[in-house]
C-alpha cells in the first residue's frame, strides 16, 4: 500500500530564508505526487503536483517542490519564505493502481519575523 | 464556480448517538473522497466514490458508512457514536477517479465534538 512520511513535525524558519519541508514515499509503480496548505480551522489547499515530467516543479505561492526517484522524496521548498507562510504542509501520494490518496501527518511550518 | 460544501460546519453529539455528513462536491466532479482529521493522527483515509459506487475504503470500524447518489453529493454515516469519533472531518472531490485524477479539491469541513 502507498503511504508517505513527513519526519519533522515542525520546521522553523526566519522571514527571509529559504525554506525546505521534508517528505518521503512508499508506492508501487508511478506515484503520484502533491503538496496541501492547511491553515487554522480550515480545510486543505492544493499547493502542487508532480505526475510525470520535469523532477523540479512549481506551484502557487511561489513554492517548488523536487522529485527524487532514487530516494523516493518530493520535498516541498520555497527559496524566500514568509510570514504568512506559517501553516501547517502535507505530503501526499496516489499510486497508479487506483488506490486512494494517502497523507503524510503533516508539518507544522513557523516563519518569524 | 462553488467549490465543495460540507453540511453542518459545526455538530455537537453525545455518546452513542448517530450522526449524518453532507458533501456537495464541485460542479462536474464525480469522486468525493472522505477524510477524518484528528491531532493525534493526522489525515486518515475513509472511503471514495466515482458513480455512486464505493471505489477505496480506509481502515474504519463498521459504524462508519458512506454513500454517493446521483448527482455525486455524498454523505457520511456514523454509528453509536465514541468520544474517539471527535474529529474534523473533510469531504474532496475530483473530476475522476483513477491514476491520473490529479488533485482533490477540499471543502471546510465538519467539526464533530462527541461529549
Known amino acids: 500500500a502507498q503511504s508517505v512520511a513527513q519526519p519533522e513535525d515542525q520546521v522553523n524558519v526566519a522571514e527571509g530564508n529559504p525554506l525546505t519541508v521534508k517528505c518521503t514515499y512508499s508506492?508501487?509503480?508511478?506515484?503520484?505526487l502533491f503538496w496541501y496548505v492547511q491553515y487554522p480551522n480550515r480545510g486543505l489547499q492544493f499547493l502542487l503536483k508532480?505526475?510525470?515530467?520535469?523532477?523540479l516543479v512549481k506551484g502557487s505561492y511561489g513554492f517548488e517542490a523536487e522529485f527524487n526517484k532514487s530516494q523516493t522524496s518530493f520535498h516541498l521548498k520555497k527559496p524566500s519564505a514568509l510570514v504568512s507562510d506559517s501553516a501547517l504542509y502535507f505530503c501526499?501520494?496516489?499510486?497508479?493502481?487506483?488506490?486512494?490518496?494517502?497523507f503524510g501527518a503533516g508539518t507544522r511550518l513557523t516563519v518569524k519575523p | 464556480k462553488a467549490g465543495v460544501t460540507q453540511t453542518p460546519r459545526y455538530l455537537i453529539k453525545t455518546r452513542g448517538q448517530q450522526v449524518t455528513l453532507s458533501c456537495s462536491p464541485i460542479?462536474?466532479?464525480?469522486?468525493v473522497s472522505w477524510y477524518q482529521q484528528t491531532p493525534g493522527q493526522g489525515l486518515q483515509f475513509l472511503f471514495e466514490?466515482?458513480?455512486?459506487?464505493?471505489?477505496n475504503k480506509g481502515n474504519f470500524p463498521g459504524r462508519f458508512s458512506g454513500r454517493q447518489f446521483s448527482n455525486s453529493r455524498s454523505e457520511m454515516n456514523v454509528s453509536t457514536l465514541e468520544l474517539g469519533d471527535s474529529a474534523l472531518y473533510l469531504c474532496?472531490?475530483?473530476?475522476?477517479?483513477?491514476?491520473?485524477?490529479?488533485?482533490?479539491?477540499f471543502g471546510e469541513g465538519s467539526r464533530l465534538t462527541v461529549l
Open positions: 474532496a472531490s475530483s473530476l475522476v477517479w483513477g491514476p491520473n485524477t490529479g488533485e482533490l479539491f
Open positions: 508506492v508501487s509503480g508511478n506515484p503520484y
Open positions: 508532480y505526475i510525470t515530467g520535469d523532477n
Open positions: 466514490y466515482f458513480s455512486e459506487t464505493q471505489r
Open positions: 501526499a501520494v496516489r499510486d497508479n493502481n487506483n488506490n486512494d490518496m494517502r
Open positions: 460542479s462536474g466532479h464525480r469522486s
